[in-house]
């Protein structure tokens, strides 16, 4: 343990230290000894880091500062089962900052953020990081006691400030960084920090109690969220982190729906909504002031937590100032610019190499004048031309339109359900919807969105009261678990010709392609697919029903930000109904008319659009502005 006197002089330090900054306190963090910082700073010092993991190889040089709390990596590459994701860039991450990282599916972000988080680019040892890719281990150990569970990164580093603390400087600013960082682990009330954490992610007290293993694996990642924001790293990474947020079973012990709606279990979910859950992690990573990088489809995430997006395109990575507004702006200018002036080079370069053909070989004046643009030409060459501008590839979706049919097409009357008579979810549901619908639905997880959406397509039956449907009526409902139904040792056209017996393969081609998958990406095993073009599968299997309406259960999570842009602007050129439920803001904001809370065993009417509804939340949860 560190002695009171030693913690009396760091003190002492620590605050000469602030004075000499005029009052600007550092905020890093450090978990490893003042030994291994050293070797890691003469490693980097020496050049490049190298190291290959499995099929992954990384390589690059740290620019920066060993010591320094930025990180500026030169002659980055990265390369995965034989791919360049990255060839020869710069990626620099600088502490205070929070990057949104940016890039159609598969061109690399996971991989690279899985090689920053295993330290295969030359990361100073001083900065530690945690990487969010596994959900907690199953065990005894309660939720609450699983984030504050941290004691060996305390010990750890009290460990460290004995050694520093005992250097002829007396460890200096490293000892300051050590101190605060346990400061943010003091015990006395880390009990109490972890509790707020876990109950912003939709824990309640009692949920909180229970064992890790008595969780489903979407609420032990949460749990796993909560440890990352506890322990507050140096350089915290998250992919995909509102994914966790949606909408799941949060108990693995669901043998029976009605053991999952007993009493107890329905009382501890109907405080906190997955929407919530997001508008809480927004607010919390606005105040997060170290490094972090995230990756997420969701726009409206982006605008609220980045200081900055990284690009990846071309296998290269491009740092942009701003949020994700700021960047479409900034970009679009950029690219506009750019474009401008590959023309002007292009025209210039036609027009001398013309002038050169026409009179290299005329009269002895005209021959100098050619002369002479030959080597404006080579000058303009050697000195780089711009290049001409790659757009991203825009996936189009389409849906076939249907027609119409007389409304109301589907029609709750006095409907009541639960899955046990005496804990109903619904009572006296009276609503329509028809093919002009665009509904969302909102609402505390366990209130019943995803139930509602079964007892519309028939899968529930009401205790009470009917459901009408229009007989020529045609449903298809997309959730996660289709991907789950997906033959993957199958192509996507295979599949759909095996789904839909007798078809042409060139119709068939052409409704998968309508999707974007084409090419290769029809014939390959689905296996060796990514999750987001094995979701356009799905949804290729769905539009080729021909529904008249659509329910779709959290329908962008595997999508990146252009491919959900293109279901937007497929989904409101449609002219069927659509009923969603997303934890996209965005998404939500682009199709939805209407918004209808589901809560307290009733479906209302939102007077307002689905922003003034988020401000309702972060009102409702005390996180205004």
């Known amino acids: 343990m560190v002695s009171e006197a030693s913690k009396k002089k760091a003190a002492q330090k620590k605050a000469a230290a602030a004075a000499k900054r005029g009052g600007k306190a550092a905020a890093a963090s450090s978990s490893s000894s003042s030994s291994s910082a050293a070797a890691a700073a003469e490693k980097a010092a020496n050049g490049v880091a190298a190291l290959k993991l499995s099929d992954r190889t990384c390589t690059g040089v740290l620019a920066s500062h060993p010591l320094s709390r930025d990180i500026h990596i030169e002659s980055l590459s990265l390369t995965f089962h034989g791919h360049d994701l990255i060839v020869d860039s710069e990626l620099e991450l600088n502490y205070g900052r929070r990057y949104g990282l940016l890039g159609l599916n598969g061109c690399g972000k996971s991989t690279l953020l899985t090689a920053i988080g295993c330290r295969e680019l030359p990361i100073p040892e001083h900065m530690d990081i945690y990487h969010l890719s596994h959900e907690i281990e199953a065990s005894d150990m309660s939720a609450l006691q699983a984030v504050v569970n941290c004691d060996e990164e305390r010990v750890k580093l009290e460990k460290e400030a004995e050694i520093l603390s005992a250097q002829d400087d007396g460890g200096g600013e490293a000892l300051e960084r050590v101190y605060e960082r346990l400061d943010a682990m003091d015990a006395s009330t880390a009990e109490k920090r972890a509790a707020e954490i876990l109950f912003g992610l939709g824990f309640t007290k009692q949920m909180q109690a229970k064992k ?14 909560a440890r990352a924001l506890f322990m507050n790293p140096t ?4 992919d995909e982190p509102t994914n966790h947020l949606g909408y799941q079973t949060p108990f693995a012990l669901q043998r029976d ?13 109907h405080s906190f909504a997955d929407l919530e859950a997001c508008v809480w992690l927004e607010e919390m990573l606005k105040k997060f002031d170290r490094i972090l990088v995230v990756i997420s489809h969701s726009q409206d995430f982006l605008n609220g937590v980045c200081t900055n997006i990284i ?24 690219e506009e610019n750019q474009m401008k002036q590959y023309k002007w080079e292009q025209e210039q370069i036609a027009s001398m190499k013309e002038y050169i053909a026409r009179f290299g070989h005329g009269s002895a004046k005209l021959a100098r004048q050619a002369q002479s643009k030959e080597k404006t030409l080579a000058k303009m060459e050697r000195g780089g031309l711009t290049e001409r501008v790659v757009r ?13 049919l007389p409304p109301p097409v589907l029609q709750f009357v006095e409907v009541k359900f639960g899955y046990t008579p005496d804990n109903l979810i619904y009572k006296c549901l009276d609503f329509g919807v028809d093919l002009d619908s665009r509904i969302a639905l909102v609402g505390p997880n366990g209130a019943g969105k995803s139930t509602l959406l079964k007892l519309m397509t028939g899968d529930l039956v009401p205790l009470d009261g009917m459901v009408r449907r229009h007989n020529h009526l045609r449903i298809a409902q997309y959730h996660q678990h289709l991907a789950e139904k997906l033959d993957l040792d199958l192509s996507a056209l295979a599949y759909m010709m095996k789904e839909y017996p007798g078809t042409e393969e060139e119709k068939m081609r052409a409704a998968v392609g309508r999707f974007g998958l084409s090419g290769k990406a029809q014939v390959m095993p689905m296996k060796n697919l990514s999750d987001g073009q094995r979701s356009r599968v799905i949804f290729a299997w769905l539009a080729y029903r021909q529904p008249q309406l659509l329910l779709l259960d959290e329908p962008t999570n595997h999508l990146d930000i252009e491919t959900i842009d293109s279901l937007a602007e497929a989904l409101n050129e449609w002219d069927g109904g659509m009923v969603l439920v997303s934890h996209d803001f965005r998404l939500i904001n682009q199709v939805a008319q209407e918004i209808w809370v589901c809560e307290n065993q009733a479906v209302t009417r939102w007077e307002g659009d689905i922003m003034d509804f988020k401000a309702h939340l972060k009102s409702k949860a005390g996180l205004s502005d």
Request: glycine residues 6%; aromatic residues 12%; positive net charge.
């Open 257 to 269: 729906p009605k053991e999952l709606f007993s009493s107890n279990v329905t009382n501890s979910l």
């Open 235 to 238: 350089i915290l990474l998250l």
């Open 311 to 334: 690009h990846m395109q071309n296998k290269k990575l491009k740092l942009y100032t701003g949020n994700y507004d700021q960047y479409v702006q900034t970009r679009s200018e950029l």
């Open 212 to 225: 890790t293993k008595d969780f489903s694996g979407g609420w032990r990642m949460r749990i796993a969220l």
């Open 392 to 404: 991203d590839r825009v996936l189009v979706f389409r849906f076939t339109d249907v027609g119409k």
